[in-house]
């Protein structure tokens, strides 16, 4: 039998790599995971070659979790631009660990209910953390992942703070002709943001979302070097909010519709591309049994 599971990435609010404490949104590009038990292989298959040591420690996982010995194969495919800062290894590890867990309890080897979402949150984390995909643990990123909508979390902690529907606007991602490892990104540059990213974050838990995520893409850009004029273009064409998600390359904008035409124009101006995506208040679900 086929499980077929849809995670979600995500855009930031708040980077917790700073402070420890971070923010972000579901989104609606996806990483989709197929699983199907086999008599004893294991096989790992992705687009475009994409490495699968994140897939293969988060089967490992779940199989010793149960202490089940079968073969299984896992295929993904995704929508989601990697190593981007839109958390395309929270959605995957959130999406492979679901399929995985699934699939074992559609065939009698698991018991119904044996593990609860944040048993599968925490699984996919632990997974992404010995991959080396991650600094934190990202449990912001795996939360608004796996939940949809917005979460505001202690990453340190694992402890959700606030979790909400997020407001139904239009998303536009600009993605330059770069990639971005975030497990590469100079931490202690990042540390020096602490006192200007927990004004940020009091503004997420205030409620001024787009105050907090524009202050804090913002932030980051400067640190990490990236382009603050990127999101400014946004800001001055009539987004609502714009900064860099996650350590980038990737600037997230929430633009009303009135202004979808000219943040897209000006953001076109720039080397790279556009994508146009919505948020995403669902999560991750398993899409198909066959």
């Not at 699984?123 to 643990?137: C, N, P, R, W």
């Not at 536009?172 to 975030?182: C, E, G, V």
């Not at 893409?217 to 800001?235: H, M």
Request: glycine share 8%.
């Amino acid at each position: 039998m086929n499980v077929t599971v849809r995670s979600p990435g995500s855009a930031t609010v708040i980077n917790a790599i700073s402070t420890g404490c971070g923010s972000a949104f579901g989104i609606g590009l996806y990483v989709t995971a197929e699983a199907s038990l086999k008599p004893s292989k294991m096989e790992f298959k992705t687009e475009k070659g994409v490495d699968t040591t994140l897939m293969e420690i988060c089967v490992r996982n779940v199989m010793e979790k149960f202490n089940v010995e079968s073969g299984i194969q896992i295929q993904t495919s995704s929508t989601l631009p990697v190593a981007s800062g839109l958390s395309s290894s929270s959605a995957t590890s959130n999406a492979v660990v679901m399929a995985t867990y699934h699939a074992l309890v559609d065939e009698g080897l698991v018991a119904h209910e044996s593990l609860n979402d944040h048993d599968i949150i925490n699984m996919a984390i632990d997974a992404s953390l010995e991959a080396g995909v991650t600094i934190t643990g990202a449990f912001d990123d795996a939360t608004a992942s796996f939940f949809g909508g917005l979460t505001i979390t202690h990453n340190q902690k694992r402890d959700i703070l606030l979790m909400q529907k997020m407001e139904e606007q239009n998303i536009l991602i600009y993605m330059p002709n770069r990639k971005s490892l975030t497990a590469q990104s100079d931490v202690a540059r990042m540390k020096l943001l602490a006192p200007w990213v927990k004004l940020a974050f009091q503004e997420a838990l205030r409620g001024n979302i787009y105050h907090a995520l524009t202050l804090n893409g913002i932030l980051y850009s400067a640190a990490l070097n990236f382009n603050t004029e990127i999101a400014l273009d946004a800001l001055d064409s009539g987004a609502l909010a714009a900064g860099l998600s996650g350590t980038g390359p990737s600037f997230v904008a929430i633009v009303p519709d009135s202004a979808m035409d000219s943040v897209e124009e000006v953001w076109s101006l720039h080397p790279g591309r556009v994508i146009s995506t919505e948020v995403d208040n669902v999560g991750t679900e398993v899409v198909d049994h066959e």
